[in-house]
Structure formats: C-alpha cells, structure tokens
C-alpha cells in the first residue's frame, strides 16, 4: 500500500528548530519528486520546498529560503525538511507529497500532516 507518513512537527517558540520526516513506503523514492506544502489556519496550501529525483535540485518558497533545508534519504525512503530560525508565521499544518516532477504536473498522493506551531 502506497503510503506517506509526516512526523516531526510540534510547538517550537520563534527561533527554534524542527526537523520533518517523510517516509514513504510502497513505492520506491528514488524515482520521484517530494514536495513539502503548508497550510495555515484560515489559508490555502503553500508550496513550501521540494527535491527532485533525477539530480536532487531544491527549491524553496522565498519565504523559507535561508532557513529551510530539504533533504532525502533514498536508502531509507525518506525526506527531510530542516526547519530553522522559525517565525509565527511558519506556523501551520505541514504536508509532504509525491510529484513526478518538482518543476512541473501536480502531486498524486498525499500524506496525513503534521502540525507545526510557532509561538512564545
């Protein structure tokens, strides 16, 4: 069964650190984008990073750039968002998901979330 799992999100006060996990499972990662995306409470999603397969090129929102990090794992079929400097505004549900391409087409499967909440 085609599966991805987020872990890692929690509340952290402005400044701090978290680290996000996607592991993925049913299918090799190694052949596929991953997007990391967020949405805010009252907001709609936001393309936050992703990582291509082919040569692991990143991208990242302007608003993360500097503070995130994506990263994979391919030997344990995961992907990683390092978070850093994090502000309130970083706070929301965050959600990683499998792309063909990180440039182009659409996500086709999704994982459940995880919650991350900036706040003192």
Do not use: H
Not at 49 to 75: E, H, L, P, W
Not at 81 to 102: F, H
């Amino acid at each position: 069964q085609l599966q991805l799992v987020e872990s890692g999100g929690g509340l952290v006060q402005p400044g701090g650190s978290l680290r996000l996990s996607c592991a993925a499972s049913g299918f090799t990662l190694d052949y596929y984008a991953i997007g990391w995306f967020r949405q805010a409470p009252g907001k709609g999603r936001e393309a936050v990073s992703c990582i291509s397969s082919s040569d692991g090129s990143t991208y990242y929102a302007d608003s993360v750039k500097g503070r995130f990090t994506i990263s994979r794992d391919n030997a344990k079929n995961t992907v990683y968002l390092q978070m850093n400097s994090l502000k309130p505004e970083d706070t929301g549900v965050y959600y990683c998901a499998r792309r063909s391409s990180c440039r182009i087409g659409g996500s086709d499967y999704w994982g459940q979330g995880t919650q991350v909440t900036v706040s003192s």
